[in-house]
DNA sequence: CTGAAAGCGCTAACAA
DNA sequence: TTGTTAGCGCTTTCAG
């Protein structure tokens, strides 16, 4: 099924069927209805690719992710999905499992019309600076969510680390901790970086005999990063307190602790930055600094799409930052109620 | 950066240029080399719709799931997005919140060649018969993956249900339990029903005094879910078992559970069908069957590119079952090392 | 081995 | 209000 096809059948041309079709102001309400009509009944659907080429946009934007088996993300793409469907737009999906060559190749594909805007999270090996500097001079709309690229003048939906990083330590030295360890994956991630200078700043801030800040460095592969978290926690000076950076980190964290027996939150208090919507029934319950990832997913899509349809002129110097939120649970708890 | 910018560069025909980009065989090595050392030096990116619009190709795939976050379908995703960038293809998302409309709208975008193939779990509501039928009728590729459409022949990649709601009942039997309760969604999926009829034949197969199935629904919606929980829970003949058939209702009825001060698993034992990497540090560890959910996604995607690729000639009658496993952990355990 | 030319389906000047 | 026409950038016969 093609306009053309649709011309023929109706007795017009093509340019009147395809304006007809886009509700132009310049064709009769009679033709308007005739060709609807026809076109429901011989169920056309335009060839967006032609339509593509032609206008110079694709009503589809990119959504690149380090990776998605993560709650936050998972969240993310929801808020995105639900303003882009409304929008009428498509959703393409990149993951780059935080290698900094996916993230160059995928987003080099985007210089050509593939896509009307970026929606990125930017992986953690090291940002792709020059792709990206391409992109943005290119003319398309870049909008960093969560993780974000110092460097290139985007608009930005992030959240509050620093303040983030700084509540939890506060948050553990206040149930009494003395010796809070800040938990980190391997990778050198603007938002991890972040949240430890919190860490930092709250322990100098701490009232008391100075703390000495403790931040080990955990790799993804499952077994250094067990042996690691059983080394920090068989020591003799093992951390009253954790802060567990990253969500999956999180569930190594408690195994540790259930291997050498210790007890949560009486030896040994974690607090923890996810979105796990298991949180309140975990062994114990466990206390989140939770970041708004659906309100962010949406926010930054909100975003994109005033770059795109240039409706704000300085869409692209937009900083939006949407705090988390500390839930207190049980693994930060004083008493022992458990 | 267009082949015609790059062909005048070069003094060469657009044709010739297209070819070398191809790497086709009429084109001498040399040239080859001069094009390509070209292109890269400019940074041309063929632009995917005039290539799509003259192929009748797109290089893309569709998914479409009922939702996000859900940690089987954010498992799956990893693995479609694997094989799909090994393939050089791109992924399009589409989440249709189990609702029908939004599912034969988001179909009907793939008759004009949009997709070269699409990769389906059906929503909860009602499955669009009609609209795949006709996606099947025009040739394009659908891969059903864990939620299928019976009716509609098209390549399937699912687990086996009926077994592993036998599986989780047998289980709860041989652990002692006599008035096993299973909690569905209310929406009416092929695949509740199926681990249904297992529970339900597990019950009928089992010895001794007959028992009593007991279905109930929990509708999505938090409040009415709660109630029904503590109806359920407050009972004077309350289940001593419960079968969780679906991820999201875990987290309620071990909230249910802990406000009643119901022990698990000495009160009630608690099997849940879920993808959850928390399972083992939740209060008490759940036993869960588990899906494979990247290997599903992972085959789902390799299935459909034989579709596309038409390597197989009976591709769509591909019937993949792969085996979901039961991992016990304490919330059915018989011995109270609680 | 290279090039000329037609056209994929659609849109947007411009004419009528 | 409708139609004519010229492409968008690329691929693909078919000639050279």
Known sequence: MTISLLAKELGLSVATVSKALRDSHEISTETKLKVAELAKKLNYVPNLYASSLRRKNSKTIAVVLPE??????????????????????????????????????????????????????????????NQLQ????????????????????????????????????????????RQIS?????????????????????????EGPEMTPDIIYC??????????????????VRPDGVIVSVEKLTAPVYMACKTLKLNIPKDIKII?????????????????????????????ALTLFKGIEKKHYNWASENTVIPSVLVERQSTSVDLEL
């Open 68 to 129: 998605v088996a993560d709650s936050f993300f998972s969240l993310a793409i929801n808020g995105i999905e639900e303003v882009a469907q409304e929008k009428g737009y498509h959703v393409l999906i990149y993951l780059t499992h935080e290698q900094f060559t996916r993230e160059e190749a995928i987003l080099n594909e985007f210089k050509n019309g593939r896509v009307d805007g970026v929606l990125l999270s930017v992986s953690g090996e090291r940002p792709s600076g």
């Open 134 to 177: 391409e992109l943005v001079e290119a003319g398309i709309p870049v909008v960093f969510f969560d993780r974000i690229f110092e460097d290139i003048a985007a608009a930005r939906i992030i959240t509050d680390d620093f303040e983030s990083g700084y509540m939890a330590a506060k948050h553990l030295l206040d149930r009494g901790c």
């Open 182 to 206: 800040f938990l980190s994956p391997a990778k050198n991630l603007s938002i991890i970086s972040k949240r430890q200078e919190g860490y930092l700043q709250a322990l100098k801030d701490a």
């Open 219 to 236: 790799p993804e592969d499952n077994g250094q990063c067990h042996n690691t978290m059983n080394t920090m926690l068989s020591n003799a």
């Open 272 to 300: 923890s930055f996810t979105n796990l919507q298991t949180a309140p029934i975990l062994d114990p319950p466990l206390t989140t600094i939770t970041q708004p990832a659906f309100e962010m997913g949406k926010k930054a």
